[in-house]
């Protein structure tokens, strides 16, 4: 009798789990008991595995060249199957964390210096951080740069130590996001390219560009002229010249509406997916539509 009790507890459990995996393909956050299956990832559409041929139908515009085509072979599923490991978050990140968290606390320490800023700093030779010495600096931040004017300098320099450790990581925008800088930082601010003078003093001299063995335009088509096909600002290459905001000395650069563009816009797939499946409706983000 147990053993039929037992087969038929087993049974019971199996068909529930059965019917949790299958009903269960997703959920919509923040709302409760909704969750739906979809037979693929919602807005996504499912590539099979297989093979194909890639390469350009017609000649490149550029070069004027037919590259070859390219056979390519892929496994539709592989990114479910575990085979490559994902960063989920970096050591240095955490150590940077906790140094910050500790210095706008007004609680930071040498010892926790030591155990994560200069323990980064360490494993490529650098000198480590003094606290007592740098809060000593009399050093004038920028808030352009994404710094703190009224911040210990240890705050700063922290905010430093991000900015290089973490470079081209995707963390920056972020950053200056969370210490409220996002307008300070980019309001007015106009990308620049190459030094200026170093192009002038090469296209616009014929002898250099002919010598060079330069023959699809006349050296006459190229010259450099400000405001024509050129411009420079402070010295340096305006490469968006072409744009009223980014002209040298009448346009406003970049612009950044505090009041809008510190949340991003709620995509439209969400808001569909929340009416949808839980007959919710999400608000748009303060100047989106």
Known sequence: MKK????LVTVALLTSCGKSLRSAGGEVTGVRSVAF?????????????????????DKDSLWGIMP??????????????????????????????????????????????????NYIRARVGMPGMNLSEINSWNIAYKKQEGYDTGAPNIVNEIRRERRVELMLEGFRLADIKRWAMFDDVFNGWKPVGAHAQEYLDYWNDAEKVLADGFDWKKPEEVLLAQGKNFDAIDGWINPLYKNADFKANSGRGYYIDPDRDYLSSIPRSEILLYEEKAGVTLEQNPGWY
């Open 4 to 7: 039929v009790l037992l087969v």
């Open 37 to 57: 299956n979809e037979p693929a990832p919602y807005g996504m559409v499912l590539v099979k595995r297989g093979s194909f041929e890639m390469g350009p139908a």
């Open 68 to 117: 070859e085509t390219k056979g390519v072979s892929f496994d539709a599923a592989e990114f479910d199957n575990g085979e490559v490991d994902d960063l989920i978050i970096r050591y240095e990140e955490g150590l940077l964390n906790f140094a910050e968290a500790k210095a706008i606390l007004g609680t930071i320490t040498q010892e926790d210096l030591n155990k994560s800023v």
